[in-house]
């Protein structure tokens, strides 16, 4: 996953190199003359009748333009791990407490700009990848007894997501604009937790441990502003809210070494993300 994110970025940046170059490298396809229409006066082609009902213009005007996109940004992430039957707290006199930290995000998007009832939109596929995240950190909880104190280790490594998006388009000046939407897909991380007794009133050598690998229903939404340097190079910034659906996974419990039951571990991670992307329009026209 890391090594396609890696070409993606490589090809975004070849191609911002060659538009920012200009566009004069050869007579377009225009110039070689107007296309010849083959259809018959009053006729309409199989594709005219698909366009208009969903409301697709058929003028001159209306772009269809591919773009591609690098991103980079930060991730502000929660790893959430409650414990209980089902993985939601119930029943666990010390409930672990989430996991807070910032993560370096990157990728890519491929997408295709166009107008339909009579709106900008945009369509596209983005890939994504994020940090690690490793927290320890430890609890002090009141019991009958005494205080009881634990120590938690939890991550979520190697996170990816690939999502489907679609964007509104809101044009405020000849080259800035606002956009919203969100996405739907995929994303996973491997997850690991330990659940460890610190205090003497928690019986030595206690400990609760899983290692599982997340893959589920991913999904995000959010907003932000472009900016078109150039007819085919846009600046974009955003922040979109980014959430994994919550997995369960079996922790073995245990007096180090001997096995003694198990307990059902939850792992939620959710992310504010604020993002910087460079898109790129018709990023293979100096290349025909």
């Known amino acids: 996953m890391g090594r396609l ?45 698909l366009i208009e009902p969903v409301g697709l213009s058929r003028g001159e005007g209306v772009a269809r333009r591919l773009y591609v996109a690098g991103i980079i940004g930060g991730s502000f992430a929660t790893l959430a791990t409650p414990l209980g039957p089902n ?10 407490p989430a996991a807070n930290q910032s993560l370096f995000t990157a990728g890519g998007a491929i997408g295709l700009a166009f107008e339909a009832l009579d709106r900008d939109w945009r369509v596209e596929f983005e890939g994504r990848s994020r940090d690690n995240l490793v927290s320890q950190r ?47 897909g995929g994303g996973g991380y ?56 919550n997995s369960t996974s079996t922790g073995v419990i245990s007096y180090v070494p001997v096995p003694a039951g198990s307990e059902v571990i939850g792992s939620a991670f959710s992310a504010s993300e604020l993002f910087f992307a460079v898109r790129i329009y018709e990023p293979f026209r100096n290349w025909r």
């Open 138 to 184: 430890g609890t002090t909880f009141e019991a009958p007894i005494g205080l009881e104190e634990w120590r938690f280790t939890s991550s979520a490594k190697n996170g990816w997501s690939t999502l489907v998006n679609i964007w509104r388009d809101y044009q405020a000046t000849d080259r800035l604009s606002l956009y919203l939407g969100g996405g739907i």
């Open 5 to 49: 994110f890696m070409v993606l970025a490589a090809v975004v940046c070849t191609c911002a190199v060659r538009a920012s170059a200009g566009d004069d490298v050869g007579p377009s396809i225009e110039a070689l003359g107007a296309p010849i229409d083959f259809q018959q006066p009053g006729e309409a082609s199989a594709l005219d009748d």
């Open 87 to 96: 993985g939601n707290g119930t029943g666990d006199p010390s409930p672990s």
């Open 190 to 245: 491997r997850f690991s937790y330990l659940k460890q007794s610190a205090g003497e009133f928690v019986p030595p050598n206690y400990q609760i441990a899983t290692t599982n690998n997340v893959s589920t229903f991913a999904w995000q939404a959010g907003g932000g502003t472009a900016y078109a340097i150039t007819d085919r190079i846009t600046l974009d910034i955003g922040y979109r809210y980014f959430q994994i659906a």
